[in-house]
């Protein structure tokens, strides 16, 4: 059986999960939370990062500070994870869909402007697969319109454009280290700022809205109930495993590299044969190699793609159902225009395992399979 997808633990993953248990600190914030802390500033080159115990919690207090009022709107892609247009509507917000791009998969900036209203807040790009958005274009129409620019940088982890970190380019930026990312606590997440304001009010929202963080710096002299907010904090447990992950990021990158380049470059005869079209990645970009995945030329051949590749023991998902399609998408969400890259995306893309232990040996058998499928086609 080759899974999908791997936990990475490291030999250093216990003895620091036993290490927090000795410092008889297990709650939020303690010694490995401030190692990770300062590990992802630096690494990020950012003003504030604050760890949360998910993805979703950072997207929830981006959607707290940017302030939303019932019925205001929040473009976004429909190609994306539920969270990111969960976060916004729990504030009351209508998550406004456009349409993504045919080579990067993300948010379409061309499509922007059209989706614009009096009552838009805020443009959520996704950098889907760690492959940067067009900032540059997104920033610039944020600024005309003077919209919050908020990043869902989950999947983006070491990945840049134009050589800045993804997460630190917009006005927020939100991370995941689910066990299915690149980096991983298992469950956990991290919000980045650059904005001295936001960051004072996301510390305090992090910490179910108290100045509890500035009452342990001393600088009140006790701690109350100031702004709305929540318990985002993970534990100095999850901390610790995250922190013995973050002291090997560079191999797991590396090797996630060098496992996403050997995918690219055997199923170059396909794409040129017009089988598959491999990912693309314009210049200004980077590859964190998040996700291989293969665009196939319907959904009945992708169908009969992943059942092969079942029949043999590996594990091949599809991904997102776009949100404008699902109930609650349809129930909570604004869809300006017909989302045909979307739909076609979602019907024909096909994800291939990819994770740090990916053995030589296992990857050749899932291209071998691959190829295989492919021939007949
Ligand atoms: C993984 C992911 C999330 C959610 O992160 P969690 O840590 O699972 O809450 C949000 N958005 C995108 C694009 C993701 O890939």
Same mark, same amino acid.
């Given at each position: 059986?080759?899974?999908?997808?791997?936990?990475?633990? %490291?030999?250093? /993953?216990?003895?620091?999960?036993?290490?927090?248990?000795?410092?008889?600190?297990?709650?939020?914030?303690?010694?490995?939370?401030?190692?990770?802390?300062?590990?992802?500033?630096?690494?990020?080159?950012?003003?504030?990062?604050?760890? $949360?115990?998910?993805?979703?919690?950072?997207?929830?207090?981006?959607?707290?500070?940017?302030?939303?009022?019932?019925?205001?709107?929040? @473009?976004?892609?429909?190609?994306?994870?539920?969270?990111?247009?969960?976060?916004?509507?729990?504030?009351?917000?209508?998550?406004?869909? $456009? =349409?993504?791009?045919? =080579?990067?998969?993300?948010?379409?900036?061309? &499509?922007?402007?059209?989706?614009?209203?009096?009552?838009?807040?805020?443009?959520?790009?996704?950098?889907?697969?760690? $492959?940067?958005?067009?900032?540059?274009?997104? &920033?610039?129409?944020?600024?005309?319109?003077?919209?919050? $620019?908020?990043?869902?940088?989950?999947?983006?982890?070491?990945?840049?454009?134009?050589?800045?970190?993804?997460?630190?380019?917009?006005?927020?930026?939100?991370?995941?280290?689910?066990?299915?990312?690149?980096?991983?606590?298992?469950?956990?997440?991290?919000?980045?700022?650059?904005?001295?304001?936001?960051?004072?009010?996301?510390?305090?929202?992090?910490?179910?809205? %108290?100045?509890?963080?500035?009452?342990?710096?001393?600088?009140?002299?006790?701690?109350?109930?100031?702004?709305?907010? /929540?318990?985002?904090?993970?534990?100095?447990?999850?901390?610790?495993?995250?922190?013995?992950?973050?002291?090997?990021?560079?191999?797991?990158?590396?090797?996630?590299?060098?496992?996403?380049?050997?995918?690219?470059?055997?199923?170059?005869?396909?794409?040129?044969?017009?089988?598959?079209?491999?990912?693309? @990645?314009?210049?200004?970009?980077?590859?964190?190699?998040?996700?291989?995945?293969?665009?196939?030329?319907?959904?009945? %051949?992708?169908?009969?793609?992943?059942?092969?590749?079942?029949?043999?023991?590996?594990?091949?998902?599809?991904?997102?159902?776009?949100?404008?399609?699902?109930?609650?998408?349809?129930?909570?969400?604004?869809?300006?225009?017909?989302?045909?890259?979307? =739909?076609?995306? /979602?019907?024909?893309?096909?994800?291939?395992?990819?994770?740090?232990?990916?053995?030589?040996?296992?990857?050749?058998?899932?291209?071998?399979?691959?190829?295989?499928?492919?021939?007949?086609?």
């Amino acid at each position: 059986m080759i899974k999908f997808n791997n936990p990475v633990f %490291t030999e250093h /993953s216990e003895k620091y999960v036993a290490d927090a248990f000795a410092q008889k600190h297990v709650s939020g914030d303690g010694k490995y939370t401030k190692l990770c802390h300062e590990y992802m500033k630096n690494k990020l080159g950012c003003h504030e990062a604050l760890l $949360v115990h998910s993805g979703t919690a950072a997207l929830e207090i981006a959607a707290i500070l940017a302030d939303l009022h019932e019925g205001d709107e929040v @473009i976004m892609p429909s190609y994306t994870f539920c969270s990111t247009a969960n976060a916004f509507v729990l504030q009351g917000a209508v998550p406004v869909f $456009v =349409d993504i791009r045919a =080579d990067t998969l993300n948010l379409d900036e061309n &499509k922007i402007e059209a989706a614009i209203t009096s009552k838009t807040k805020a443009i959520v790009p996704v950098h889907y697969a760690g $492959v940067a958005c067009e900032m540059d274009a997104i &920033k610039a129409i944020a600024a005309k319109h003077n919209l919050l $620019v908020i990043e869902d940088a989950a999947q983006a982890y070491d990945a840049f454009y134009k050589g800045k970190s993804l997460g630190t380019l917009g006005d927020m930026g939100c991370f995941s280290f689910h066990e299915t990312k690149n980096i991983m606590a298992g469950e956990g997440g991290l919000f980045v700022t650059n904005n001295a304001k936001l960051a004072e009010r996301a510390e305090i929202v992090r910490e179910k809205g %108290t100045n509890r963080s500035k009452f342990f710096r001393g600088q009140v002299d006790k701690y109350t109930w100031v702004d709305k907010g /929540s318990s985002y904090l993970p534990s100095d447990i999850v901390a610790a495993y995250l922190y013995s992950i973050l002291e090997i990021a560079d191999n797991i990158q590396a090797k996630r590299r060098k496992i996403w380049q050997r995918y690219y470059e055997a199923f170059a005869g396909a794409e040129t044969a017009e089988k598959i079209r491999r990912p693309i @990645i314009p210049a200004e970009c980077s590859n964190n190699a998040h996700m291989f995945y293969l665009l196939f030329n319907n959904l009945p %051949t992708r169908t009969a793609f992943i059942s092969y590749l079942k029949k043999y023991d590996v594990a091949a998902p599809f991904h997102y159902i776009p949100l404008h399609s699902a109930p609650a998408g349809k129930k909570f969400c604004r869809t300006p225009y017909e989302m045909p890259i979307t =739909d076609r995306v /979602s019907e024909t893309l096909v994800r291939l395992p990819l994770y740090y232990d990916l053995s030589e040996q296992e990857q050749n058998r899932v291209i071998d399979i691959c190829m295989e499928f492919m021939e007949k086609l």
